[in-house]
């Protein structure tokens, strides 16, 4: 684990402690107290200044990498219709205004930890919790690899009012949010039957057969590749259909990585009966972490699979915390509490030990260039 990870890690947690502390007039759907929003800013301002300062965390280099060659080639205005154009377009801006790549990368951590605090706020019933979730499941981390598919995310959790809406005319102004987002990362389209799927009663038969579905695909995959491949040809993902999944260049998600995902949706099952006291949005949520379970039972096969589960995880990290901070609450239940807890730091310490590659820049000693992405 490096410090500095640790220390956004601490830092994070108290500001999202004060907030709860301190509570705002404002109730979240689950009728518990809001944070403060000086509570908020603080936990955003922690979270995005590491990444936005961020220059070699994990794909960042490439990002800004081309990023500057376009620059240098006279900033060319994308072309309408193209893959991932308003991703583009944004770029296309930044230079225009004048904006260099350290700008850039700020911009695209703002428009992804923003929506993702604003949806603890107001969907989590324990913003703490919540916060915690999000790093301990290596959630935090993860967003600073995989930009393009991280902004998309951000903007489909502007729409989690019109997922979780009883109302089913809401499903055309969620539908909105997806092409937009697609238009940013074209696996943002994976959302509109996602949407369907998680909108059911949990634990009904739909339920299980994304779980079966999810080891079917794992179990047939080599069947179900050659479609597969020919949906990533022509797109941003074009390059991994050259025998990158079929001559061994890379290989499937670690197991126990695989394992613990499904934590989340093991302890639905077993407090279903008093989660589902807290009304119909429980049972989007628990439908979620089933499809993101089933996302990394496919990710076995190879990685790449996984990254699907980037548009996942915050509801996962919500649903946690509406487990611990109700379920869990009971006192007969604190070993259980405690034992979880320390499954959840375990990991999130082994997960991201020796990563020296998710080190910010600018958190090192001696560093003079603070800023300079405003210059």
């Not at 961020?54 to 072309?79: C, K, S, W």
């Not at 099952?269 to 979620?288: F, R, S, T, W």
């Not at 991201?352 to 820049?361: E, L, N």
């Amino acid at each position: 684990m490096t410090t500095s990870l640790l220390t956004v890690f601490i830092l994070s947690l108290m500001g999202a402690w004060f907030g709860k502390s301190v509570p705002s007039l404002g109730y979240t759907a689950w009728g518990t107290r809001k944070p403060n929003v000086i509570g908020l800013f603080i936990t955003g301002f922690v979270m995005i200044a590491f990444s936005g300062l961020r220059r070699t965390i994990g794909d960042t280099y490439y990002y800004i990498h081309a990023f500057e060659l376009a620059e240098q080639a006279g900033n060319p205005m994308p072309v309408v219709g193209e893959d991932n154009f308003l991703f583009a377009f944004l770029q296309y801006w930044i230079r225009a205004v004048g904006g260099k790549s350290d700008a850039f990368i700020m911009i695209t951590a703002i428009m992804t930890l923003v929506p993702v605090l604003l949806t603890f706020r107001k969907y989590a019933p324990d913003f703490l919790l919540a916060v915690f979730f999000y790093f301990t499941t290596g959630t935090y981390y993860i967003t600073m690899n995989g930009i393009r598919q991280f902004v998309a995310t951000g903007i489909i959790l502007m729409a989690t009012k019109y997922l979780f809406s009883p109302k089913k005319t809401d499903f055309l102004k969620f539908l909105v949010f997806v092409l937009v987002a697609y238009f940013f990362h074209t696996s943002a389209i994976i959302l509109i039957p996602i949407y369907f799927v998680c909108r059911r009663k949990a634990w009904s038969p739909s339920t299980f057969m994304i779980i079966v579905a999810g080891f079917a695909v794992l179990i047939f995959v080599s069947l179900f590749l050659p479609s597969f491949m020919g949906i990533l040809e022509g797109s941003s993902f074009s390059q991994y259909t050259d025998g990158w999944f079929t001559d061994g260049v890379e290989g499937g998600a670690n197991i126990l990585r695989v394992g613990f995902q499904a934590v989340p949706m093991v302890l639905s099952a077993i407090y279903y009966k008093e989660l589902k006291k807290h009304g119909p949005i429980v049972d989007v949520l628990i439908n979620m972490s089933v499809v993101h379970f089933a996302i990394f039972l496919i990710s076995l096969y190879n990685w790449i699979f996984a990254r699907f589960s980037f548009y996942t995880y915050t509801y996962v990290a919500i649903l946690l915390a509406l487990i611990f901070s109700t379920v869990l609450r009971d006192a007969r239940r604190t070993s259980v509490k405690f034992v979880l807890y320390i499954a959840f730091m375990f990991f999130f310490f082994k997960d991201a030990a020796g990563a020296d590659a998710y080190r910010s820049d600018y958190f090192t000693p001696n560093n003079n260039v603070w800023f300079s992405f405003i210059y």
